[in-house]
T-cell receptor, first 111, second 115 residues
Framework: DTGVSQNPRHKITKRGQNVTFRCDPI?????LYWYRQTLGQGPEFLTY????????KSRLLSDRFSAERPKGSFSTLEIQRTEQGDSAMYLC?????????FGSGTRLTVV | AQTVTQSQPEMSVQEAETVTLSCTYD???????LFWYKQPPSRQMILVIR??????QNATENRFSVNFQKAAKSFSLKISDSQLGDAAMYFC????????????FGAGTILRVKS
């Protein structure tokens, strides 16, 4: 297990299309987080899972966004009816008792 | 709600010199964690250093050290003997200790290292 893996690395989509991103955390980490980072800004929290349970959701996570973590392993983040304002880097992180390990992110561009 | 402020959008340092990045935060909690993360261009974010609020001693990791002033809610990062590989975006972040499940980040400081 070499770290947190995110796929795809880049996604270009047309406005109105649906997109889905995947995150594979470090296998020993039961906590998984999604953040969104726009250019020149710090990451903003979107949602958090402990095992398969989604325990917290940000107000940033509109009803067009949904996240799942079946069986407490990998997680998916889906955005429906994408808008240009959804263009950002989507970061996934998993955590143990010491700290967080971040993935390299999925950069979404909505055209 | 907790907030983290990084007032320096960009800093420059000469190779081998020392630079300090500033961070202030706002919280009503008494126990929490503070972090500095480094994000090189197009690469993943990595932990530089972490501080537990109840510990008075400032954390150090090799060339990286912090100046944690709890009463002032200040948490600055000092990088000594700067190297070209230190060039990156640096984020200060906060996490509550109890029921603390998310990091709250500042807007970041771009650090440029001149050879």
């Amino acid at each position: 297990d070499t770290g947190v893996s995110q796929n795809p690395r880049h996604k270009i989509t047309k406005r109105g299309q649906n997109v889905t991103f995947r995150c594979d955390p470090i296998s020993e980490h039961n906590r998984l987080y999604w953040y969104r980072q726009t250019l020149g800004q710090g990451p903003e929290f979107l949602t958090y899972f402990q095992n398969e349970a989604q325990l917290e959701k940000s107000r940033l996570l509109s009803d067009r966004f949904s996240a799942e973590r079946p069986k407490g392993s990998f997680s998916t983040l889906e955005i429906q009816r994408t808008e240009q304002g959804d263009s950002a880097m989507y970061l996934c992180a998993s955590r143990d008792n010491y700290g967080y390990t971040f993935g390299s992110g999925t950069r979404l561009t909505v055209v | 709600a907790q907030t983290v402020t990084q007032s320096q959008p960009e800093m420059s340092v000469q190779e081998a010199e020392t630079v300090t990045l500033s961070c202030t935060y706002d919280t009503s909690e008494s126990d929490y964690y503070l972090f500095w993360y480094k994000q090189p261009p197009s690469r993943q974010m990595i932990l530089v250093i972490r501080q537990e609020a109840y510990k008075q001693q400032n954390a150090t990791e090799n060339r990286f050290s912090v100046n944690f002033q709890k009463a002032a809610k200040s948490f600055s990062l000092k990088i000594s003997d700067s190297q070209l590989g230190d060039a990156a975006m640096y984020f200060c972040a906060y996490r509550r200790k109890e029921y603390g499940n998310k990091l709250v980040f500042g807007a970041g400081t771009i650090l440029r290292v001149k050879s």
